[in-house]
T-cell receptor
Framework: GNSVTQMEGPVTLSEEAFLTINCTYT??????LFWYVQYPGEGLQLLLK?????DKGSNKGFEATYRKETTSFHLEKGSVQVSDSAVYFC????????????FGKGTHLIIQP | SQTIHQWPATLVQPVGSPLSLECTVE??????LYWYRQAAGRGLQLLFY??????ISSEVPQNLSASRPQDRQFILSSKKLLLSDSGFYLC?????????????FGSGTRLTVV
């Protein structure tokens, strides 16, 4: 079956540090890949997505590249801010049906000033 | 533009009491609607989805039920809450069933059963 694996954290960084949150997946076929962000006390927001191999999704300074050869979709940002503190979820969509979206367990990111 | 509203934001209920959480979507027609639960330290678990009025599918057996009385209204209910029902409940919608286009989530309801 489909699965998504990501570091759970918490990941603690200083402001302006470089961020990488690893995400690897197992899926049949050619999944679409997503990163969602959940700020404290809120629901999830779609941060970026990539629908095919070698695509790069980007938004708000965050980037992730769909690597089929390593089945990965690592999230990166060159210089994080305190306002980036949140929980980040990697997810994939593969196949049809309502249960097509598989989420990782989320990575809690804490940015210290 | 499309928006999704979910309420209440927080709820504390005693064991054995009933539950009703409501979710409404604006700015779109015939959305696919979903209820997810996020338990502490866990990822998201799909509870129910609906492709249309009166059409409910359950992904996991549980103490909860869902209803869709109107096109853009999705309700999560329970007749008698259990301690294990505590968690963060999220409503979501998508154009394409299963979320290949991405989900739009509501702001969530934090339910504590005491």
């Amino acid at each position: 079956g489909n699965s998504v694996t990501q570091m759970e954290g918490p990941v603690t960084l200083s402001e302006e540090a470089f961020l990488t949150i690893n995400c690897t997946y197992t899926a049949t076929g050619y999944p679409s890949l997503f990163w969602y962000v959940q700020y404290p006390g809120e629901g999830l927001q779609l941060l970026l997505k990539a629908t095919k191999a070698d695509d790069k999704g980007s938004n708000k300074g965050f980037e992730a590249t769909y690597r089929k050869e390593t089945t990965s979709f690592h999230l990166e940002k060159g210089s994080v801010q305190v306002s980036d503190s949140a929980v980040y979820f990697c997810a994939l969509h593969s196949g049809g049906g309502a249960d097509g979206l598989t989420f990782g367990k989320g990575t809690h990111l804490i940015i210290q000033p | 533009s499309q928006t999704i509203h979910q309420w209440p934001a927080t709820l504390v209920q005693p064991v054995g009491s009933p539950l009703s959480l409501e979710c409404t979507v604006e700015g779109t027609s015939n959305p696919n609607l979903y209820w997810y639960r996020q338990a502490a330290g866990r990822g998201l678990q799909l509870l129910f989805y609906s492709v249309g009025i009166g059409q409910i599918s359950s992904e996991v057996p549980q103490n909860l039920s869902a209803s869709r009385p109107q096109d853009r209204q999705f309700i999560l209910s329970s007749k008698k809450l259990l301690l294990s029902d505590s968690g963060f409940y999220l409503c979501a919608w998508s154009v394409i069933l299963g979320g290949r286009d991405g989900y739009t989530f509501g702001s969530g309801t934090r339910l504590t059963v005491v």
